[in-house]
């Protein structure tokens, strides 16, 4: 399949650990491999002040709202977090 492309990702969660991110995006690649097509889940390390380090996992790209929208009501009712985030 070609590759998805577009300026939006969605993520679903901020986790504490890379396991537990790690877990987190093998469950959503399986549980919704239909809404996700050729997209890619990824973790990305990132810093909140003085909380820590976190480890956001998302999903993307996506082309347009509309498709966010479509895959954050997907995983919404998976009981998944949802935040679009354009690029």
Do not use: N, W
Not at 12 to 31: D, I, P, Q, Y
Not at 52 to 74: H, I, L, M, Q
Request: hydrophobic share 40%; proline share 1%; charged share 25%.
């Amino acid at each position: 399949a070609a590759a998805a492309k577009g300026r939006y990702q969605v993520q679903v969660a901020a986790l504490r650990t890379r396991a537990e991110a790690e877990k987190l995006a093998g469950e959503l690649s399986a549980r919704h491999s239909d809404h996700l097509g050729s997209r890619a889940t990824s973790i990305d390390e990132t810093v909140f002040g003085t909380m820590g380090t976190f480890y956001r996992v998302s999903v993307g790209p996506f082309a347009s709202t509309g498709e966010t929208d479509k895959a954050c009501r997907a995983f919404k009712a998976s009981g998944y977090d949802c935040l679009i985030v354009g690029k």
